[in-house]
Structure formats: structure tokens, C-alpha cells
């Protein structure tokens, strides 16, 4: 799982509607997800088609359910992620959760989420930040891995100058890797809100760049639909 119901099982959102998957994408795995979408009478609903090519090249493949017990639920399914490591990596890294009735959840760790919601997409930079306070709130005592990751990926002025004070040496350890941190240990806020733009200002022109060639991709594909139904 990924996306908004991997953010509510994380504590930084209430309530998702659709389900975002991240899978390998072998032909054994697509003919078990064949399988479950079929379970979910799931029709495909947008471009590209359900095929392994476009997985392995980065498109998300889209769907919706049909089942009464899921009625109208978005199903989405990726492969490849901009900014994010290949598949057994991220296996090797996830998180599992249950829930209330013993349903078993795996989830991509909390470090790779944020790194897959760095995109053009509004809702994600504020989900981000929540992401990122829920876990500082439910860490009193952190281990020194923690500590970095809340230093390099926190968009929250205050938590940041917190960190820096409490943890002053990491954060000027890593001042040469995240240019927010100088003002952090300086104890500027303006400064940090500049610097956390100019992050996000760059993210969103690298995903950008990155779904230039696949937008073009299913524009080519949309027109050559068109032309085959007019041919009909």
C-alpha cells in the first residue's frame, strides 16, 4: 500500500477513499492482481492499457470498483516511482500493519511514502508535513536513524528549529546536505520557509520533467483510440 490509506494508517489523514498499490510488476504478479480486480469487478478506467510495458516505464494504471462492498473505490497501480528505488528495495524496507479485525497490511516504510508523495500535486506537500509531525509526536525517545529523517525531510518551520536545537550537532552535520538546516540551527524561520519553497519549487519541476514524456505518451496513445473509433 502507498498513498492515502497508507497516510491514514500512518496517523497523518482520516479517511481515504481510493487505494494506491505499489507491486513488481512480474507476469505472475499482474495475473494475481488480474485475479483480485476480477474479485472486485474493476474495470479499467483510463489510460494506459493493463500492461507490463507501461508499468516497467513509470504509468500509473487506473481502475474502479464495482463490488457492493467496495462500490466505486479507485484502484491505482504503479511500478516504477520517480525519486524512489526499485521494488525489492522497497519490500525489503516496508512496514506491516493490522487492524482492529486481524487484516495484515503491507506498507512502504514512512521514508520511501514521503519520497513517493514528492510530486506537481497539491494535496502531497501538506500531507508530507502531517506525515512527518505524527511520527516526531509518537517518538519520545528516537533512535539516531529517526532523528536524520525528521532533519532531512521535516517541512515544519518550528519542529525544525526544535530539531536543531536538540539534536544541534546532527543538524549541523548535515547542513551541507539540506540547505533548510542552516537556517534551522540559526534559529531563522523566515529563512526556513524560503528554503522549503525553493525544496518543494524543485520537486515539482523535477516530476514535472520526469511525466513530460509519459503524459506525450498517453496523449499519443489517446489520439490513436480516437482515430480507431472513427474508423469504426
Not at 9 to 20: H, P, V
Not at 53 to 80: C, E, K, N, T, W
Not at 193 to 211: P, S
Request: net charge negative; charged share 30%.
Amino acid at each position: 500500500l502507498m498513498g492515502g490509506q497508507a497516510c491514514v494508517l500512518y496517523g497523518a489523514a482520516e479517511f481515504s477513499r481510493d487505494t494506491d498499490l505499489v507491486l513488481f510488476a512480474s507476469p505472475e504478479n499482474l495475473e494475481l492482481l488480474r485475479a483480485a480486480l476480477r474479485a472486485l469487478q474493476a474495470r479499467r478506467i483510463a489510460l494506459p492499457p493493463f500492461e507490463q510495458q507501461y508499468l516497467d516505464r513509470g504509468h500509473a494504471i487506473h481502475f474502479r470498483s464495482y463490488h457492493p462492498d467496495a462500490f466505486q473505490m479507485r484502484i491505482d497501480v504503479m511500478s516504477v516511482m520517480r525519486g524512489v528505488d526499485p521494488f525489492p528495495r522497497l519490500w525489503e524496507r516496508r512496514n506491516h500493519f493490522t487492524d482492529n479485525e486481524g487484516e495484515s497490511f503491507d506498507v512502504l516504510s514512512l521514508p520511501d511514502l514521503v519520497r513517493a508523495k514528492k510530486t506537481q500535486r497539491d494535496k502531497d506537500w501538506p500531507m508530507i508535513r502531517r506525515l512527518l509531525e505524527a511520527d516526531y509526536v509518537a517518538h519520545e525517545t528516537p533512535l539516531a536513524e529517526q532523528i536524520r529523517f525528521w532533519l532531512l525531510e521535516s517541512r515544519t518551520p518550528g519542529m525544525l528549529i526544535e530539531l536543531a536545537e536538540t539534536h544541534h550537532s546532527e543538524a549541523e552535520a548535515l547542513q551541507h546536505v539540506r540547505r533548510v538546516l542552516v537556517s534551522a540551527v540559526a534559529g531563522n524561520e523566515a529563512g526556513i520557509v524560503d528554503a522549503l519553497e525553493e525544496e518543494e519549487k524543485a520537486e515539482r519541476e523535477a516530476d514535472r520533467k520526469y511525466w513530460e514524456p509519459l503524459r506525450k505518451e498517453l496523449s499519443d496513445l489517446r489520439k490513436k483510440q480516437f482515430s480507431s473509433e472513427e474508423e469504426v
